[in-house]
């Protein structure tokens, strides 16, 4: 089946700095969304992007489908960019396949 | 905007027992998802229901069943129990004709003691 790998695993960020998230797949997909994990388990829609280029304030994220990965950008972090960023992809179906995740924390 | 409900939020119940999980998707969406969420893992896909028919299966145990009701609101149903279903169980939704992005519910955070 198809691999998602996200990178990186970890992320500790001072308060205003700016970062980006990888997210590479191993075959073509047709749905791609960026998720953002809260502390306490909300799972929030950031982006629907199975390509081109999207933003919303501070956030914006690019998807390269024929070069299979997508980019998320954070610019100006703030502690409540804290918890984890989920890349998730479908392929043909309904089935979807998250990366294992990036765990990011913004320092005060 | 309405978003996806689950209920109930928390749920403990002890080895062997059944427990039932319930979501009602966002309004006019047709098609809803569960996911399960061990600790410090990402969300697991387990089965997908699309106006009413399951549409594609996961990594559900055989001791789960799910169904999509005329309503279109989804139970997951599960049996027996053991310690190691002990997780966040999400269900999301998506409305076929908006490409399936899909929206996530709080989840049920299921304890297994």
């Known amino acids: 089946g198809i691999q998602v790998e996200q990178s990186p695993p970890d992320l500790i960020l001072q308060e205003g700095a700016n970062s980006t998230l990888r997210c590479n797949f191993s075959d073509s997909v047709n749905n791609l969304q960026w998720f953002h994990q809260n502390p306490w388990g909300q799972l929030i829609n950031l982006f629907y992007i199975p390509s081109g280029t999207k933003q919303n304030g501070r956030l914006s994220a690019t998807t390269v489908a024929t070069e299979r990965y997508s980019l998320l950008y954070i610019s100006s972090s703030q502690t409540t960019d804290s918890g984890v960023y989920f890349c998730?992809?479908?392929?043909?179906?309904?089935?979807?396949?998250f990366g294992a995740g990036t765990r990011l924390f913004v320092k005060a | 905007a309405a978003g996806v409900i689950q209920s109930p939020r928390h749920l403990i119940k002890e080895k062997r027992e059944t427990a039932t999980l319930k979501c009602y998707p966002i309004?006019?969406?047709?098609?809803v998802y569960w996911y399960q969420q061990g600790p410090g893992q990402d969300p697991q896909f387990l089965i997908s229901?699309?106006?009413?028919?399951?549409?594609d299966k996961g990594s559900i145990p055989d001791r789960f069943s799910a169904q999509q009701f005329s309503d279109y609101h989804s139970e997951l149903n599960m049996s027996s129990l053991e310690l190691g279903d002990s997780a966040l169980y999400f269900c999301?939704?998506?409305?076929?004709?908006?490409?399936?992005?899909?929206?996530f519910g709080p989840g049920t955070r299921l304890t297994v003691t």
């Open positions: 998730a992809v479908m392929r043909g179906g309904f089935k979807t396949i």
């Open positions: 309004p006019r969406h047709d098609t």
């Open positions: 229901f699309y106006e009413k028919m399951q549409s």
């Open positions: 999301a939704s998506s409305f076929s004709r908006r490409a399936y992005e899909q929206y």
